[in-house]
């Protein structure tokens, strides 16, 4: 359609279709056989009258291209302008070929990897009637605590947010939204929303609008420029006003600083929340606050449904905003070519050949292996050698659960147990025990009844709980190696999922210290939604291969890793806690005025535990021995427009082929506000063949001495500056440079 026509089309529209693509539900609705029954039922809270839902804008979470056709069918028959419906859903980690979540695939270092996943999870969610993917989010991650730092694709850095979020932009958009494959992006969350208070979900963020801008905004900032459709506001309030309903943030900052042109959303219920929070009196200055905001679409409260009309009556203005949001969406609903074909890129025959096809599986498996990070590999314990006789043990062995918590339309057929995928391999060197489960029943009720959920019932838990070790045990007595795969239960992280305690569920360190009375080597497979607290447990594994929930391919990638088939080389994009007491912990803090040196007293440091993180920013093993000398900076000036070159002499002292996370980092030591101690600037992911010697190039621009300084200016200020480049964020090797103006 013509921009012409979408205006005549915006002309037509009553005041109630207008508000009506201004709101999204659920589409149950329009699944149900009886739809009173469905308007009484789950959307009854959404007090949404029959005829409201015929023209109401979008719809959340329906796919399948029976299913959408279906829907869309059905809403157009009825529908008077015949607008169609947009399709948007949380294809967060893959549709039905589930890939590892996201905070997993960051720990890849690798666009090629993040890219390619990308692409598959849009062909298949377009082939099967998705138009908009809630995804990515790029909420900068700092407190393992959150349970949704399992979603967080560039963890704690800024740089690996901006540059995930491009790659993931671009890839499911293209250049055309029409291709089949593509889909529009609703980057998420606006803003801050992984800076909650405590690391508690919805929790307050209060923050300077420095530290604002240099570590959060970045990402959003990126996905924007690389041509976003969408984003979704936060739960969060942001420095006093519910972020969904934040004028400075939606108008001054995305919308005029970052010229956003594309649609805004609220997340589920938030403009209705704002009442909750103590912002807005009652729901009519809720939806007023949300459109003066600048918020477009309502996601699933029915504050737009209810109040606009009556604001657009008594108000020209707010009539006008509305008009432009209906733009705004109209126009998307074109660029997806649906005023055309409503149908979009629905396609049942390739759905059959495409959807969970093998050799996107097989591609799935390398990629995941890439999401894998190696934390500890004792005297080279892995990779283990086929003649051992295995003892496998753990609530983990035999289990296909390891999807991660948003992949509800994933397809669990392919999904294989590791006892299956080990035994394929190795036959019958492998014993098995169950060990213990993921969780008590207790805790396990706590989390399912909070969900409505019929809770589980373990008879004579205690003794059934020995009997479980005992068998292990036993088993492991007539083994050479002990392999554990443990971890959180999927419930345990994501959404709603904070948690106070973070380590390893009881049942399973008691496992643990019972195995570990063997003296028997011991090595852990972990799978879990973020950072958790080790100090316990670690000193008695001598291996621990961190494979987070890695999705459908999970066990077989982790098979072939496990047994020197392929060879790991993810890197954390989040800090490890000592303990739970230290979060958040992050590598690019401030200094403080006493830094922790020595044994002393008075310095910024606990009594109990070390100051710095337990597993740091960047780290990740390799069954290669890399080794860095030899840094060099070709000058150690710099001036406006000018770049260093800086040259390491990295060595694979080992047998393996494999590749390495080269990082760059910069210090800025003194400045207009204090800086970090330390900031990743670039990386390289370069592959080694066995003692291969390789020198790695990097070059510093001024552009990367940049901050947000005293004046709130993005600038870099002339002084000296520190240059690290290692395999993690500790271990690096040093050198400094003075940047001289003119
Ligand atoms: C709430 C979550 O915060 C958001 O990330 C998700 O996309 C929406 N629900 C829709 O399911």
């Known amino acids: 359609m013509k921009h012409k026509e979408i205006l005549e089309l915006l002309n ?10 201004m709101v999204q539900i659920a589409g149950d609705i329009f699944l149900s056989e009886d739809k009173n029954a469905v308007l009484t039922g789950p959307l009854k809270d959404l007090h949404l009258h029959n005829e409201m839902v015929y023209s109401i804008g979008s719809v959340l979470n329906v796919i399948g291209a029976r299913n959408v056709r279906q829907v869309q069918k059905e809403y157009l028959s ?9 399709f948007m859903d949380d294809i967060i980690n893959g549709y039905k070929i589930a890939f590892p979540i996201p905070i997993a695939q960051g720990c890849s270092w690798n666009i090629k990897v993040i890219k390619e996943m990308a692409e598959i999870s849009a062909m298949e969610s377009s082939i099967a009637g998705a138009n908009v993917n809630f995804s990515p989010m790029v909420d900068l991650s700092r407190d393992a605590r959150w349970g949704r730092v399992m979603e967080s694709i560039g963890g704690e850095d800024p740089l690996l947010g901006e540059i995930y979020a491009k790659t993931i932009v671009e890839t499911y958009q293209g250049k055309k939204l029409t291709e089949v494959g593509k889909i529009a992006s609703c980057v998420k969350h606006i803003a801050a929303y992984g800076a909650v208070e405590a690391g508690r979900d919805y929790n307050t963020v209060d923050m300077s609008e420095r530290e604002f801008r240099q570590y959060y905004l ?16 936060s739960f969060n309030i942001l420095n006093g006003i519910p972020a969904t309903v934040n004028t400075w943030l939606i108008q001054e900052i995305i919308r005029k600083e970052l010229g956003f042109k594309g649609i805004i959303i609220s997340d589920y219920g938030a403009i209705e929340e704002t009442i909750a929070h103590g912002y807005s009196a009652n729901g009519k200055e809720a939806a007023k606050n949300a459109i003066n905001a600048g918020v477009d679409i309502d996601m699933m409260s029915s504050i737009y449904a209810n109040y606009l009309k009556e604001l657009c009556i008594e108000n020209q203005e707010i009539e006008n905003k509305v008009n432009e949001s209906v733009l705004r969406i109209l126009s998307l609903k074109n660029k997806l070519g649906l005023f055309e074909n409503p ?9 059959k050949t495409y959807l969970m096809n093998p050799s996107n599986l097989e591609k799935a498996k390398k990629l995941t292996q890439e999401t894998f990070v190696l934390l500890k590999n004792k005297h080279h314990i892995l990779p283990i050698n086929k003649d051992k006789k295995i003892a496998f043990i753990g609530p983990y062995v035999n289990n296909i659960g390891i999807t991660g918590s948003w992949s509800m339309f994933s397809d669990r057929s392919q999904n294989h147990t590791l006892l299956d995928s080990f035994q394929e391999k190795l036959g019958n060197n492998i014993a098995y025990a169950k060990g213990s489960e993921i969780l008590r029943q207790e805790e396990i009720n706590k989390i399912l009844s909070a969900e409505g959920l019929p809770m589980v019932h373990i008879e004579n838990e205690a003794q059934k709980e020995q009997e479980m070790i005992a068998s ?16 959180e239960h999927y419930k345990q992280t994501g959404e709603a999922c904070s948690r106070s305690d973070i380590a390893l569920p009881e049942n399973q360190i008691q496992l643990i210290n019972e195995l570990y009375k063997l003296s028997k080597p011991m090595i852990l497979i972990l799978f879990n ?4 607290q080790l100090n316990t447990i ?9 494979v987070w929930f890695p999705g459908t391919t999970g066990a077989k990638a982790i098979t072939e890793i496990i047994l020197g088939e392929e060879n790991p080389s993810g890197k954390l994009t989040m800090s490890f806690p000592q303990n739970v007491g230290q979060c958040p912990v992050y ?20 009594q109990d535990i070390p100051t710095e993180s337990f597993y740091p920013f960047g780290y990740g093993l390799s069954y290669c021995d890399f080794k860095y000398t030899e840094l060099h900076l070709n000058k150690h000036k710099i001036s406006e427009n000018e770049t260093i070159t800086v040259m390491v002499k990295i060595e694979n002292q080992s047998n393996y082929a494999g590749y390495e996370v080269v990082q760059l980092y910069i210090q800025d030591v003194y400045g207009s506000v204090v800086r970090p101690v330390k900031e990743l600037k670039a990386f390289k992911k370069e592959y080694f063949k066995p003692h291969e010697i390789k020198y790695v190039k990097f070059d510093i621009s001024i552009d990367m001495l940049k901050f947000w300084n005293d004046k709130l200016d993005y600038v870099a200020e002339p002084g000296q500056f520190k240059v690290f480049v290692g395999g993690d964020s500790v271990k690096v090797l040093e050198d400094k440079f003075e940047f001289l103006l003119d």
């Not at 009553?14 to 693509?21: A, L, P, V, Y």
């Open 12 to 21: 037509k529209m009553t005041i109630e279709e207008k508000i009506g693509q």
């Open 78 to 86: 009825k529908s008077r302008l015949k607008i169609p419906l947009l």
């Open 218 to 233: 970045p990402a959003y900032k990126s996905a924007i420029e690389a041509g976003a459709e969408m984003l979704m506001t």
């Open 343 to 351: 149908y979009g890129n629905i396609n049942e025959e390739k759905e």
């Open 472 to 487: 292990a045990v036993e088993i492991s007595k007539r083994a050479d190696i002990i392999l554990l795969a443990l971890g």
């Open 529 to 532: 939604g973020r950072p958790l």
């Open 538 to 546: 670690e000193e008695k594994l001598d291996s621990i291969l961190e």
């Open 587 to 606: 590598y690019n803090h401030y200094n403080t005025g006493r830094p922790h040196h020595d044994n002393f007293r008075y310095v910024s440091r606990y």
